[in-house]
């Protein structure tokens, strides 16, 4: 049983990490039970303060149009998408763009 099962995902995330690392990829099964329960949509309409929501595109691991449909139907939410799948945004060149607007938003939002 594989939790990133998309292909090409796999290495999207080994991309992630030092290939140095000794990474044990083992996940206790009871871990399995729990991500068809996992929507971070489904807290968005108990959140007042200002969210920030960054949607890939291309993401098949989360797919965009959750993200895109949810954003429509809040008013706190603000939407940035990106021609990207799950894992681009962590490294460059996205990386920077990415970051750019979470500072944008919370230089915004937060007057820092």
Same mark, same amino acid.
């Given at each position: 049983? !594989?939790?990133? %099962? !998309?292909?090409?995902?796999?290495? #999207?995330?080994?991309?992630?990490?030092? @290939?140095?690392?000794? /990474?044990?990829?083992?996940?206790?099964?009871? &871990?399995?039970? /729990? +991500? #068809?329960?996992?929507?971070?949509?489904?807290? =968005?309409?108990?959140? @007042? @303060?200002?969210?920030?929501?960054? +949607?890939?595109? %291309?993401?098949?691991?989360?797919?965009?149009?959750? #993200?895109?449909? !949810? !954003?429509?139907?809040?008013?706190?939410?603000? /939407?940035?998408?990106?021609?990207? #799948?799950?894992?681009?945004?962590?490294?460059?060149? =996205?990386?920077?763009? +990415?970051?750019?607007?979470?500072?944008? &938003?919370? %230089?915004?939002? /937060?007057?820092?």
């Amino acid at each position: 049983m !594989a939790l990133i %099962n !998309a292909p090409g995902q796999s290495q #999207g995330y080994l991309g992630l990490v030092s @290939e140095e690392l000794d /990474l044990d990829r083992r996940v206790a099964a009871r &871990f399995a039970l /729990l +991500v #068809g329960l996992y929507s971070p949509v489904r807290a =968005l309409k108990t959140i @007042e @303060e200002p969210i920030l929501m960054q +949607v890939g595109l %291309n993401d098949v691991i989360t797919p965009a149009q959750t #993200g895109i449909k !949810a !954003a429509q139907k809040f008013p706190t939410v603000e /939407l940035k998408t990106y021609d990207s #799948g799950h894992f681009e945004p962590y490294q460059e060149p =996205l990386f920077s763009f +990415v970051l750019a607007d979470q500072l944008d &938003f919370l %230089n915004r939002k /937060l007057h820092i």
